[in-house]
């Protein structure tokens, strides 16, 4: 009996200098390589959403037969040009919905519940969130996501920038 060989998986790492990222119909995003492969509908995945959300970024596309294809990764969106980096970073943002809170109105416990009112970038929220460690997780170097009950995530991307009231506030809950 013959063993079947696996193959390896191989990261295709796209040069920054030998891509072309441009805005089709619909608000799609196409990419052309170097050597003249145009994707159209490409979508874009961290890697490391939380950890580092502007590092290793795989772009995908759906081929002929409707399956998920990997065109390449980016491994820092910081060595693109400002147009070319705000292209991904909004397929980043569709993929990837969550609420930045800019502010903490209150947070009010009760029957090991959370209830938060907040100031987020799409407008003032409330919402309720378990009061366990694993609705709570570390972004980045200081920063939060919070997971509410309907599993929507708002991010806190750096609990030093908020007030010292509101921190105060935020770390008599999430303290850990």
């Not at 950890?51 to 037969?65: A, G, R, T, V």
């Not at 693109?80 to 909004?90: A, C, D, N, W």
């Not at 030093?160 to 770390?171: D, G, K, M, V, W």
């Amino acid at each position: 009996m013959e063993e079947e060989k696996i193959e390896k998986p191989e990261i295709v790492f796209l040069d920054p200098k030998k891509i072309k990222v441009f805005r089709g119909t619909f608000e799609t995003i196409h990419v052309m390589l170097e050597d003249g492969s145009l994707y159209r509908g490409v979508f874009a995945i961290a890697a490391f959403p939380v950890s580092c959300p502007n590092k290793y970024i795989s772009l995908f596309c759906y081929d002929e037969k409707d399956r998920e294809v990997e065109i390449g990764m980016i491994e820092d969106l910081d060595e693109l040009p400002e147009e070319v980096r705000h292209l991904i970073q909004q397929a980043l943002r569709r993929q990837y919905f969550s609420f930045n809170i800019i502010a903490m109105n209150s947070i009010r416990f009760s029957f090991g519940l959370l209830f938060f009112d907040v100031e987020t970038d799409k407008g003032a929220r409330q919402f309720t969130m378990k009061w366990e460690t694993r609705y709570a997780f570390s972004f980045g170097t200081n920063g939060k996501v919070l997971i509410d009950i309907f599993e929507d995530r708002y991010i806190i991307p750096d609990i030093s920038r908020l007030n010292r009231i509101e921190q105060e506030l935020f770390t008599r809950y999430i303290y850990w």
